[in-house]
């Protein structure tokens, strides 16, 4: 079965502007879990969302939000970005967003944003 | 405030000795452990877990040791393999993070051929 995709692959972005990223779940998965990775930071949670709600909430800035649409899909948004933003963004997505059965947690293989 | 750490950023091995790789967590809820292998340009691919109720768990070359009293797990690479040369990230969630996972810092190991 197809993996978890994610779209673009990398971004340029100027300082300011504003970014949507985007994710497809594996087929049947109905939890999708955003985490951005930068060096140093491991990964950090931003927030999860099942059958288009958002469940769970990491420690980020409201200028960071996403959605879920009704075929599981998620996007990403990031408004006003800043230098700090750059990072890679890694989408995860499971049945039912508690990484059961083992092994059922799949990343992407992400989007490196540059802000610039 | 990090509750899984990896106190250890890189680690290097020689081919075919054994790498062991670290992690501490301060949730005495977690209950659920993931290792994860991440190598450049690619997304974090799922290695081995293991759950509260067992004190070890075993995969080929792969094993995972936990230890709830001291809240510290392990992961063993016997033998290492110039390949296995990645970013390993540990996960832990738990009855109370609801349906978040959280990661450590990650520890890139390099298996000197």
């Known amino acids: 079965k197809a993996g978890v995709t994610q779209t673009p692959r990398y971004l340029i972005k100027t300082r300011g502007q504003q970014v949507t990223l985007s994710c497809s779940p594996i087929?049947?998965?109905?939890?999708v879990s955003w985490y951005q990775q930068t060096p140093g930071q491991g990964l950090q949670f931003l927030f999860e969302?099942?059958?288009?709600?958002?469940?769970n909430k990491g420690n980020f800035p409201g200028r960071f939000s996403g959605r879920q649409f009704s075929n599981s899909r998620s996007e990403m948004n990031v408004s006003t970005l800043e230098l700090g933003d750059s990072a890679l963004y890694l989408c995860a997505s499971s049945l039912d967003g508690t990484g059961y059965p083992i092994g059922g947690y799949t990343f992407g293989s992400g989007t490196r944003l540059t802000v610039v | 405030d990090q509750q899984v750490k990896q106190n250890s950023p890189s680690l290097s091995v020689q081919e075919g000795r054994i790498s062991i790789l670290n992690c501490d967590y301060t949730n005495s809820m977690f209950d659920y452990f993931l290792w994860y292998k991440k190598y450049p340009a690619e997304g974090p691919t799922f290695l081995i877990s293991i759950s509260s109720i067992k004190d070890k768990n075993e995969d080929g070359r792969f094993t995972v040791f936990l230890n709830k009293s001291a809240k510290h797990l392990s992961l063993h690479i016997v033998p290492s393999q110039p390949g296995d040369s990645a970013v390993y990230f540990c996960a832990a969630s738990g009855l109370n993070t609801g349906n978040q996972f959280y990661f450590g810092t990650g520890t890139s190991l390099t298996v000197i051929p």
């Open positions: 969302y099942f059958s288009e709600t958002q469940r």
């Open positions: 087929s049947g998965h109905r939890s």
